[in-house]
């Protein structure tokens, strides 16, 4: 059974967090047990800055924001439930929800791949 997890978990996995001590990561075993999943191939990393600059690329609702309101959509993040992209712009912060043929398309590929 494969599991998808998102770069920041895979970055905890491979010791690249910085709320974890090398003594406690090591100690419960969460880096051994997601290198073996890992090397294994039953853990796949999917990165969220390619799956953001895909959003970018194909989205009209972000395309039309950025466009008529001149901002830099590199500056976001994917909400938890993958059905928006929030754009940093300031103090402020634009929620912009995907169109449903897009979340298809990415659910789509993502039952695909794994």
């Known amino acids: 059974m494969e599991k998808v997890l998102t770069e920041s978990t895979m970055n905890m996995l491979l010791g690249k967090d910085q709320f974890t001590s090398d003594q406690e990561r090591l100690s419960s075993g969460i880096l051994s047990e997601g290198v073996s999943l890992f090397e294994s191939g039953s853990l796949v990393p999917i990165y969220e800055a390619e799956m953001k600059n895909y959003i970018i690329s194909e989205s009209k609702n972000i395309r039309n924001i950025v466009n008529n309101f001149e901002i830099n959509p590199n ?13 940093i712009n300031g103090k402020d912060i634009i929620q912009v929800y995907l169109e449903d043929y897009l979340t298809d398309e990415i659910d789509s590929y993502l039952l695909k791949k794994f």
Do not use: A, F, H, T
Not at 75 to 85: A, C, K, T
């Open 75 to 87: 500056n976001s993040y994917i909400s938890e439930d993958g059905n928006s992209l929030n754009i």
